[in-house]
């Protein structure tokens, strides 16, 4: 079978199937191996019966990409978009959204979905992540039941669980679509310390079983050098042609210390140089940037074929870098993990600079998961018969065990993360009541440990899972109850409030119905609002003390919001309402009093990624604020001001967006 003038894989063949018998699936397959282009038919067979399709994604830099991907595919008029920072064209037939937009939207005004026939969750493994896990859970269980559901994952191993979880809780047959085969195999290279490059076997055999006490007190000087190690493994990959090439690190500082070292190799012909010059003003002259950065990092990189990308650069700067990674100008990127996100650039090989990275709380051996995702951008489909993926054991203190468990151990179990937000559950409240206590029941975690009591017969245990399941729910509703949110008639007005505001929703209603809020203009207005999303910890690792100036505006905030947290911790909650945190108020001052945003780093060394993802954050919950007190003319007023005063220039999202929808990609480059 072709679709597009490609011959499909079976597996392909298989869900173009189901999806034509109009079924609901779920695609367990390898990075790079295809599942985005049966997502592509399923929006074909949609907009064909004049349907609607909704495409979810776990982060924006992907949902943008789909945003001019599908736009290019099916016309522009066609596709819109909803992530948070941006909403545009939101009544075409083919809407990208973030997780959260969609969870809310369901309970916001579900009949807007009325005509919608799938439903796709790309990424849909992320139902493992701490910290979003739960939204994914939330949007699958609350969807409306005319929705098929179109789930694209990367191989886990307990997929049919996963399935066999939906269908329970949305009373349909999920079929399952497996492919563990990839499309261009992988040839695993190790660099070692004397031994130089060995493939992943023999450099398994020449590890040590054990790590000794003298070896983890060894000073890491007189080990190969970082640059030594890169210098190596690049020169194997230029003599064996495995250009372009994406390198790996797991740290921002070492991303652009590793890609500088790197500005004395040049890996353009002079004909590439001058396309690449060319492209490069082309594009920051798109995105609107000062002419100067055509003579700052990485720009300059960027004429040698070399490049950088990590989430604290500017989200302009990342999508140039983007763009010319997929033309084939650049040939050697440096990039955090964040670049393996579901963000279709392969390369013919991949490089780890480590098996180890810091996850914000230890460093920790990568998982196999996380490694097949990055590994498999190496080879790419169509041009590569085969994908190179170099790994240095010089970085790290590496055993037999370490090697073995991170390319070859077992993928781990998808694990449930579902905590039920406050607003989510205010909504659920004022739709099912009392009965709210039962919606911890839908999720995997407890199918999963009532699937075990069942086949241990044990029907007192699973009176006990149902138990502990509906305690949870019930302390979140004894805390709302005792801040006024919830009464014997169902949600008060500071429950309804709540109920439209998503993220940071106690904080924003404590302060709104103290009345607090207007009582600022709209440079302390934003300040407020980016102190509530900005947290240092994920910067310094601790929260730094606020600065004089801002110490009487904080007390103030802690005064209203710190009982709601109080009684989260006496509760035993997890700790969703967060203090504010002051760390970015110099900054947010200065941008809301105008200042131009490359002199920001005089207010604070937060890099400027950083900075323009907690701006925009902020932003989000002013416009959640104006859409929920429509009507309140002099608080409207204020945040009308607000949005006018900061969300411009590099902040502006939509303004980002549209230009980048609007590049037309050159021909790709021929490789060398």
Sequence with gaps: MEYRGLSLDAF???????????????????????????????????LKEGKEVLYTAPIKALSNQKFRDFGQLFGREKVGIMTGDVSFNNEAPILIMTTEIFRNAIFEDPKRFDDVMYLILDEVHYLDDIERGSVWEESIIFAPPHIRILCLSATVPNVME????????????????????????????????????LPFEDAARTLPKKLKKIALAKDWKTRTTSTQAIENILDTIRKEKHYPALYFVFSRKECEANAFFCRKYQLLNEQEQNIMKQRVLDLVQAYKLPKTALKQEPCTLLIRGIGYHHAGMIPALKEIV??????????????????????????????????????????????????????GRAGRRGIDTVGYV??????????????????????????????????????????????????????????????????????????????????????????LQSLGY??????????????????????????????????????????????????????????????????????????????AQSMEAMLGLKEDIRLPDFGLALASQAWAQGKIFTSLPQYTNISPGDIIRNFRQAIQLCRQLYKVCHGYKAFTNLLDRCLMTVNRDEVNALAQLKAFASIKPEAKAEEK
């Design 12 to 46: 392909q063949e298989q869900a173009i199937q189901f999806i034509e018998q109009k079924k609901s699936l779920i695609i367990s397959a390898p990075t790079g191996s295809g599942k985005t282009l049966i997502a592509e038919y399923a929006i074909a067979k949609a």
């Design 162 to 197: 996963i399935a066999d979880w939906i269908s329970k809780i949305r009373a349909e047959k999920i079929e399952v679509v497996m492919e563990d085969k990839r499309p261009v195999p992988l040839k695993e290279i190790c660099y070692i310390e004397e031994q130089g490059m």
């Design 322 to 375: 983007e763009q010319l990674f997929t033309e084939g100008l650049i040939k050697l990127l440096f990039a955090t993990e964040t670049f393996a996100l579901g963000i279709n650039m392969p390369a013919r090989s991949v490089v780890f600079h480590a098996l180890k990275k810091f996850d914000g709380v230890e460093v920790r051996k990568l998982t196999t998961l996380e490694y097949q995702q990055m590994a």
């Design 390 to 479: 170099y790994t240095n054991l010089c970085s790290d203190l590496v055993t037999q065990t370490d090697l073995k468990q991170v390319l070859k151990g077992n993928l781990g179990e998808i694990q449930s993360q579902f905590n039920l937000s406050y607003s989510t559950l205010l909504a659920l409240y004022e739709r099912l009541g009392k009965d709210v206590v039962h919606a911890c029941e839908k999720s995997l975690g407890a199918f999963h440990q009532l699937s075990l009591a069942e086949k241990l017969g044990g029907k007192q245990k699973k009176k006990q899972i149902h138990e502990e399941q509906q305690r949870l729910v019930k302390k979140k509703l004894t805390l």
């Design 486 to 563: 919830l009464n014997s008639g169902g949600l008060t007005s500071k429950g309804r409030f709540a109920c439209f505001v998503n993220g940071y929703e106690i904080q924003l209603t404590e302060l709104f119905f103290s009345g607090y809020f207007e009582e600022q203009n709209e440079t302390d207005l934003f300040i407020i609002l980016v102190s509530l999303v900005f947290e240092s910890k994920k910067v310094y690792g601790r929260k730094p003390k606020t600065l004089k100036m801002f110490q009487k505006l904080e007390k103030e905030l802690v005064k209203r919001i710190q009982p």
